[in-house]
Nanobody, 124 residues
Framework: QVQLVESGGGLVQAGGSLRLSCEAS????????MGWFRQAPGKEREFVAA????????QYAGSVKGRFTIARDNAQNAVYLQMNSLKPEDTAVYYC?????????????????WGQGTQVTVSS
């Protein structure tokens, strides 16, 4: 089993930046693809970004492409999401998730392991 803990959320003004971190424990995630998802109030959970096991392949939702960057540090057993040029519509609870496989996927059902989430609020 792997446990995931997100941090780095908070309140920021539109146009600002935040860096989310996801620290894994229980076992190494160096062979696992990782993803970030978000859920806004009253909306379904949606894909944000994913990264393969090596960090060389990434995928992004169209709404965040060019603004968000996913990265990983396998030595630290962690994954990060750098969020720039934040917009009020980015307000949501952000979740880190781990796959059992190595390839990045955009569907939440592909990820059996999830963190508790961290709140990101962007004010206009």
């Amino acid at each position: 089993q792997v446990q995931l803990v997100e941090s780095g959320g908070g309140l920021v003004q539109a146009g600002g930046s935040l860096r989310l971190s996801c620290e894994a424990s229980g076992r190494t995630i160096s062979n696992n693809a990782m993803g970030w998802f978000r859920q806004a109030p009253g909306k379904e959970r949606e894909f944000v970004a994913a990264i393969n096991w090596s960090g060389f392949i990434t995928q992004y939702a169209g709404s965040v492409k060019g603004r968000f960057t996913i990265a990983r540090d396998n030595a630290q057993n962690a994954v990060y999401l750098q969020m720039n040029s934040l917009k009020p519509e980015d307000t949501a609870v952000y979740y880190c998730a781990a796959r059992q496989g190595r390839t990045a996927q955009t569907m939440g059902i592909e990820y059996p392991y999830w963190g508790q989430g961290t709140q990101v609020t962007v004010s206009s």
